[in-house]
């Protein structure tokens, strides 16, 4: 029977190729060259009538007519308000800063040398405000040294969406030669409210918890303690600023034990062309047990400011 039947199947195989083999050629091959397309226009058809357009429905009472509206949807990745984003860290936008410097000196029957400098720099952006600053002074008398001390300070705001709340965090680095330790080390944390925030004036209280340490004083262990304080700033024209930082860091095992630090200025503008201004500013830091020494370290100076 399999070969009965592979013998049917090629005697069919031959059959239906033989018959495609008779049938004609296509009717393409009859039509010869296709000319080129020909455009007519209404001169060329005789009894051209024109149709006019069709009539534009009104569009309903209460209807709403959809349009074009072009979208840019960025990547899922892309967020410029984030912590660190290689397309905007390093954008001139959100970053404002200065540079500071002040010099005097005396020679003859008193020698005396008295320097500062510092700067401070401010990334601001709507999701988060990040700054920092650093103050240097050293000064002598007569070849011998009187004074040498450095701040430094960080703070991070985190700000919430749609409130004038915000979460902080901030560190403080204190070095003074004539203190009774050699660094003090400040971390503390907490909420902020921006009190006052117009074109001319801003006013931010904020209040947390933390802790200190002094490295080389007669108290080297961590002291808790809590932080209220406020940052304010106010332009009273378009020469004239004032700016001022308050923070008290009480105990919290003994309220009598605390430290205040106070930080302002007068900012004069004097080229608006180069940013030049002339900064009067004051430091206080009073300390309410300063383990032998003073309680209170006041500087004032007098210093050219230059914005970047």
């Known amino acids: 029977w399999a070969g009965i039947l592979a013998i049917v199947v090629v005697c069919g195989v031959n059959r ?28 060329t058809v005789p009894n051209a009538v024109d149709i006019p357009d069709a009539p534009q429905l009104p569009v309903p009472a209460g209807d709403v007519v ?48 008295s320097f500062r400098t510092g700067f401070d ?29 450095a701040l430094f300070n960080s703070s991070w705001d985190w700000k919430f969406a749609n409130t004038r709340w915000s979460a902080f965090t901030r560190t403080s680095l204190e070095y003074d030669q004539f203190k009774s330790f050699d ?20 006013l931010k209280n904020r209040f947390g918890a933390g802790a200190s340490k002094e490295f080389g004083g007669p108290d080297d262990s961590w002291k808790p303690e809590a932080v209220f304080g406020f940052d304010f700033s106010h332009q009273f024209s378009a020469r004239h600023k004032a700016e001022a930082t308050v923070d008290y860091y009480p105990s919290w095992s003994d309220f009598s034990d605390y430290r205040i630090v106070t930080d302002a200025s007068w900012q004069v503008l004097l080229d608006e062309a180069t940013n030049l201004s002339l900064k009067i500013g004051v430091i206080d ?5 300063p383990n032998g020494a003073e309680q209170n370290d006041l500087n004032y100076s007098m210093l050219l400011l230059w914005k970047i």
């Open 121 to 149: 720099l401010d990334r601001i952006t709507p999701a988060y405000d990040w700054k920092i600053d650093l103050t240097y002074s050293r000064a002598q008398a007569n070849g011998v040294e009187n004074q040498h001390n």
């Open 66 to 113: 959809a349009e074009s509206v072009e979208t840019v949807i960025q990547p899922t990745w892309y967020n410029p308000m984030t912590w660190y984003n290689s397309m905007t860290w390093l954008s001139a936008e959100y970053w404002e800063g200065s540079v500071e410097v002040g010099m005097n000196g005396a020679t003859g029957n008193a020698d005396s040398l």
């Open 285 to 289: 830091r009073y300390d309410s047990t």
């Open 183 to 202: 660094l003090r080390v400040a971390l503390n944390g907490g909420l902020a409210y921006q009190l006052i925030d117009t074109e001319f004036t801003k």
């Open 16 to 43: 239906a190729t033989a018959q495609i083999e008779t049938l004609p050629p296509p009717v393409v091959e009859h039509l010869g060259p296709i000319d080129a397309p020909v455009l007519l226009d209404e001169s």
